[in-house]
């Protein structure tokens, strides 16, 4: 036991507690949390900045707009709903398309319009929101995901997270659905993390379920060398993130779409740890050198030159 | 000063007044490290909480008193601005007489004393042991005396001596059920256990036999509304002999003798009458002589020994809550066990107070199991969340109902005591673990449940811990420590130990 200690922290292992009170607690101020737990806020302000989003058909805030609940689910490419304090992706329902007597959803399965409203009550009761408070549901644009990584993704939409430090992206990983994870791309449903080399936006190595992989589990194709596509853009997304929302540490969670590129998701304030399995580093190091570097007067390009720098300077490049 | 500076400062400051505090009273006032061996020590207090209708009051009540074989010290009044006048002449026991004129609203009244309690093997008292005439009963009624006379004639002409002829009697009136003669001569006044006992007094008196009805409570376990019991004492062939309706006391304390009232009143409605008794460890006992004895000086501000005995025991409990939660911060902070909710399993292990460890487990499984297949049974009906919440506390409160029927039933005392299992807590653990359920795993759900299990008994354990509870409640200012404690695993950061193993694969080493 101890000589594991020991060896996760030469590894450059970053804990939970140490996340909480070097991260969270000192970089991201309790008001601004609240800014990208609001889906809807934090759509607003990527809005205003620029950086693009999936487009918003409407807003569920009470029973009284129930009745618009048809309309906004009448599109012909389906519609995406989601409360809009969720968190780690729980209460989002992805409707494919509409087909007879119901909707299509991302696993295949038919949902009635009586269990969608259903959904949308449990979503303004404030069932999957952060405490249990009331809470609003979005029906947004459903991503045509762009089909780079179809060989290594089975249903649903990958995703990328960035984290980002003071503005400066910091690591990166591909986040894969599987037949076990139901079509999402969460890591603690089951989903495939995939390591992304900062500066070249090539995947590396993955995991799944807490254990280092190198093929995807359901298409058993291997998941190294894919080149992620508009890297620079996302990176500057990521980047940009950082100055309208003002936290020092967060998670931009990026998807990329068939027509319009790379879009902002969501933003987290917490972005968890398990991208360090995803990229077989202990990213304290790297941290480390982050926290230090001098970034005045830098705007988002500046900082993710300085990101690329301080990456091959703390991580080791994998040939 | 940075933040890592700062708590540590704070940290240390808090550590030194506690533990300076603590050292005061071990090395200056001599208190005890340790809790001692029990004594047959108790406080005792009667609370009397009142409505006086703004009419003059008079309230009576027996107290204890000083006899041979029983023991009062350390008495005090609470009077408020009553008048008290002690009677002590009557042999029936000692009464405090409070009386007021000009009282409004509801008033106050308290008695606290320490007694040392009675056994079986207390000998009664000399004027006991003298032998009566035999007495034709003192009653107006023709029909009542005849009845009377040919029972005891009957009795004593089915018994050899006055010990058989007191055990039959015995027998006629609390065991064999409706014997016409003892139904006939209870009086109607009385309550029925009370009249039972005056009836075997009157026979056996009229046959010679000195005897008398006792009234007292027995000391058992520390209890915030103990019981008035009745019982007989009498003295038969050369022996004292009591007789216990109901299962007989180790430790008893008679206050008074007769059949009349424990507390007389003229002019109060809404009477809320409370005598709690707690058992004082010979330690304990000590300190609060300590406390006495030092009267004036600083030290007894930091105990809780002057509080009525009612609130003191309320804060035996509550002092001991901060080392549970001091236990939950450590699991959560260094072991990393997930659990539902933050100080849930810490108020799941107050509940265990109730129940016992082993019966809480089961019992907590148990109704979060029933209530987790109610819960999923709902989801079908598509409810709304408050409304099926609601459903589901409902549902708990029932399930409680029929464990409490079923182990009354059996004759398990457990079943009484979980009336004040906190079902809010238990519908809350059964919503929060069915929404892990759902949108986690199975896996998660049992997981988080069994972490939280794990930590309420952990909580349980050390929360009921002798030395925890007397080192919290006597010493109470190791709380500051506790808090400085908190303050430093606040400022960890290092790894987990869960996280050694959900981050194995990093582990490099071959």
Redesign the interface.
């Known amino acids: 036991m101890i000589g594991r200690y020991r060896a996760l922290r030469r590894a450059g292992l970053l804990g939970i507690n140490e996340r909480n009170l070097r991260l969270v607690n000192e970089l991201n101020p309790r008001r601004l949390i609240r800014l990208v737990d609001d889906k809807r806020e934090t759509k607003r302000l990527a809005m205003a900045a620029g950086i693009p989003t999936p487009e918003l058909y409407g807003v569920i805030a009470n029973p009284f707009h129930m009745r618009h609940l048809e309309s906004y689910l009448d599109k012909p490419d389906g519609v995406v709903i989601k409360p809009a304090n969720g968190s780690q992706g729980n209460g989002i329902q992805v409707l494919m398309e509409p087909m007879r007597g119901g909707w299509r959803r991302s696993n295949g399965q038919r949902a009635m319009l009586e269990d969608i409203r259903f959904h949308v009550n449990n979503i303004l009761s404030g069932m999957y929101s952060l405490s249990g408070q009331p809470d609003v549901a979005m029906f947004e644009y459903r991503v045509k995901f762009d089909e780079i990584f179809n060989p290594i993704s089975f249903g649903g939409v990958p995703d990328i997270r960035i984290i980002v430090v003071r503005g400066i992206p910091a690591v990166a990983m591909v986040r894969l659905p599987t037949a076990e994870s139901d079509g999402k791309a969460n890591l603690h449903k089951g989903g495939v993390g995939v390591g992304l080399d900062l500066v070249t936006g090539k995947t590396l190595s993955g995991m799944q379920n807490g254990k280092t992989t190198d093929i995807h589990p359901d298409t058993a194709n291997p998941l190294k060398n894919f080149s992620v596509p508009h890297w620079d853009a996302m990176l500057e997304m990521a980047a940009k993130a950082y100055d309208v929302t003002g936290l020092g540490y967060l998670g931009a969670d990026i998807v990329l779409d068939k027509g319009k590129g790379p879009l902002l998701l969501e933003l987290n304030a917490r972005p968890g740890l398990a991208i360090q399995i995803a990229n077989r580093i202990g990213i304290r190091p790297l941290l480390n050198a982050t926290l230090e570097a001098d970034t005045e007067g830098m705007d988002a390009l500046a900082r993710v030159e300085l990101a690329r720098k301080l990456y091959r300077q703390n991580v080791p490049e994998v040939v | 000063m940075n933040s890592f500076t700062h708590t540590r400062l704070l940290a240390l400051l808090l550590t030194v007044i506690g533990l300076s505090i603590f050292a005061t009273k071990v090395v200056r006032y001599d208190y005890p490290l340790s809790p001692g061996a029990r004594t047959t020590t108790w406080d005792f207090e009667i609370y009397l909480d009142f409505d006086t209708n703004n009419q003059p009051v008079r309230l009576e009540t027996f107290i204890p008193s000083n006899s041979e074989s029983r023991r009062v010290s350390q008495e005090q009044f609470y009077n408020g601005a009553f008048g008290l006048r002690l009677d002590t002449k009557s042999a029936e026991g000692r009464t405090a007489i409070w009386t007021y004129r000009y009282p409004n609203d509801r008033k106050v009244l308290r008695y606290r004393a320490r007694l040392v309690g009675e056994t079986e093997s207390t000998p009664l008292p000399e004027g006991m042991h003298r032998k009566l005439q035999r007495a034709a009963p003192e009653t107006e009624n023709d029909l009542e005396r005849q009845a009377f006379l040919v029972w005891s004639t009957d009795l004593r002409r089915r018994s050899a001596d006055d010990e058989s002829l007191a055990d039959l009697v015995l027998q006629e009136i609390f065991v064999d059920e409706d014997v016409d003669e003892v139904e006939a001569l209870l009086s109607p006044t009385l309550p029925s256990s009370i009249s039972r006992l005056a009836l075997a007094r009157d026979v056996l008196t009229a046959q010679g036999i000195p005897a008398r009805v006792a009234n007292g409570i027995y000391l058992d376990q520390a209890r915030r509304r103990a019981e008035i019991h009745h019982w007989l004492e009498y003295y038969a062939d050369g022996a004292d002999h009591r007789y216990f309706p109901g299962l007989d006391p180790e430790e008893f304390f008679t206050i008074w003798h007769g059949t009349d009232d424990f507390i007389r009143a003229e002019g109060i409605s809404d009477l809320d009458l409370q005598v709690s008794i707690e058992p004082v460890n010979a330690a304990v006992a000590d300190v609060a002589q300590r406390v006495a004895r030092d009267e004036g000086s600083a030290m007894q501000w930091f105990g809780f020994n002057r509080l009525p005995i009612t609130t003191q025991l309320v804060y035996q409990v509550i002092v001991t809550i901060p080392v549970g939660i001091l236990m939950l911060v450590f699991l959560r902070?260094f072991i990393?066990l997930q659990t539902l909710g933050t100080f849930m399993p810490v108020l799941i292990g107050i509940a265990f107070r109730e129940t016992a460890l082993l019966n809480g487990i089961i019992l907590f499984t148990a109704l979060i199991a029933l209530g987790l297949a109610v819960r999923f049974y709902l989801e079908r009906l598509?409810l709304?969340?408050?409304p099926r919440l609601a459903t589901v506390v409902v549902f708990i409160v029932i399930c409680m109902a029929v464990v409490a029927q079923l182990m009354s039933n059996t004759g398990q005392r457990i079943g009484l005591s979980i009336s004040l299992f906190p079902m809010v807590i238990l519908t809350m653990t059964i919503e929060r673990m069915s929404?892990v359920w759902e949108?986690?795993?199975a896996t998660?759900a049992i997981k988080q449940g069994l972490g939280s299990l794990l930590v309420a008994s952990a909580a349980y354990l050390v929360m009921t811990n002798p030395t925890v509870e007397y080192f919290m409640f006597n010493f109470p200012e190791l709380l500051l420590v506790i808090m400085a404690i908190c303050l430093l695993m606040g400022?960890?950061?290092?790894?987990?130990?869960s996280?050694?193993i959900?981050?194995?694969?990093?582990?490099?080493?071959k």
């Open positions: 902070q990393g598509k709304l969340l408050v929404i949108e986690y795993s998660d400022k960890y950061t290092g790894l987990r130990l996280e050694l959900r981050f194995r694969e990093l582990d490099t080493r």
